[in-house]
């Protein structure tokens, strides 16, 4: 009898959560951003907010809160309550923070993972005024003047500190690290010639490509970009195993009822097909991805082995 009333417990607990998740949200979501306005996952969780506000019928309100890169905001998440009205909306820099810093929750454990939303290659830039066009001609300039010649990035242990990490680790040279406070600073002093090289973002960088005030080298994807189709990928050009794809995805504190997850998933892959979303998304050099909360669980996976190994060579880890 004991163990028949827990079962009808268990059932009428699940069907509760069933019929909640048929009529959620019934009040405003909040749409956690852990870094400061403008930059790309901002822009990702506002377009995604607005149009899960127009066809769920209730509030999608992104709040930033930067800080620790990105673990502050986290942590707000992974403490909040797990009923589907306070998300996460996380690039890349998601999966390196546990190599990173030391924090009070598991980046893992504490989410569930809601979709994969979008993916974006980077662009290798240099100013005009160094002696090199393409990838080769660099990288033999960087082996011949060892610890010369830098390269940007938008701060310690930013997707674009990642993204020259990685860089030097696969093309086994060594370049001097300029962290700036934001992608905005290390571009203009690029365009300056104050830094050497700067693995930046599509939308950032190619404006001042295409008005030849910087060098576009390669991008950082497998395959060629589709705003940049004439210019390779960096293993095209001879760097074995270099692939950087920047990401943005949606999290959930663990816990949130599967049915409201599911919802969640299923209204975001029909966003990510409309139309003005993909040219959206095209616009600012991103393309959509989509698929199960299972299927971002294991790219998390992966790409927290891959970015573990760049942090301990590159001995970026804070105490």
């Known amino acids: 009898m004991k163990t028949t009333l827990m079962l009808l417990a268990a059932l009428g607990s699940c069907c509760a959560w069933t019929a909640s998740a048929q009529t959620y949200p019934t009040r405003a979501v909040r749409v956690i951003v852990p870094f400061a306005p403008a930059g790309g996952i901002d822009i990702m969780a506002r377009t995604l907010s607005q149009r899960l506000q127009e066809n769920l019928g209730q509030p999608f309100i992104v709040e930033n809160r930067p800080g620790g890169g990105g673990v502050v905001g986290s942590e707000a998440v992974a403490t909040a309550r797990p009923d589907g009205y306070t998300l996460l909306a996380v690039p890349i820099s998601h999966a390196a923070n ?80 300029v962290p700036y406070k934001g992608g905005g600073p290390a571009l203009t002093d690029l365009l300056g010639g104050q830094v050497s090289m700067y693995v930046g973002s599509l939308p950032a960088g190619l404006p001042h490509v295409r008005t030849q005030k910087l060098r576009g080298l390669a991008v950082t994807s497998a395959t060629r970009a589709e705003a940049m189709p004439d210019v390779p990928t960096v293993i095209e050009a001879g760097v074995a195993d270099y692939e950087y794809v920047g990401w943005y995805g949606l999290l959930a504190p663990a816990g949130t009822p599967a049915p409201i997850i599911d919802r969640l998933n299923a209204e975001s892959n029909r966003i990510l097909k409309e139309p003005g979303m993909i040219e959206k998304l095209a616009a600012d050099g991103a393309q959509p991805v989509g698929g199960t909360p299972a299927q971002f669980a294991e790219h998390i996976k992966k790409e927290i082995a891959k970015w573990a190994k760049v942090v301990k060579y590159a001995r970026m880890a804070t105490d």
């Not at 979008?118 to 066009?133: E, G, R």
């Not at 020259?164 to 696969?170: I, P, T, Y």
């Open 98 to 177: 546990v190599s990173l810093t030391k924090m009070s929750f598991d980046p893992v454990t504490a989410f569930a993972p809601v979709i994969h939303l979008a993916s974006a290659p980077n662009v290798v830039l240099v100013n005009p005024s160094l002696p090199v066009k393409s990838i080769a001609e660099f990288v033999k300039l960087a082996q011949q003047k060892p610890g010369q010649l830098s390269y940007a990035s938008s701060g310690n242990g930013s997707s674009t500190h990642l993204a020259g990490e990685l860089f030097k680790m696969q093309a086994k040279v060594d370049l001097l690290h």
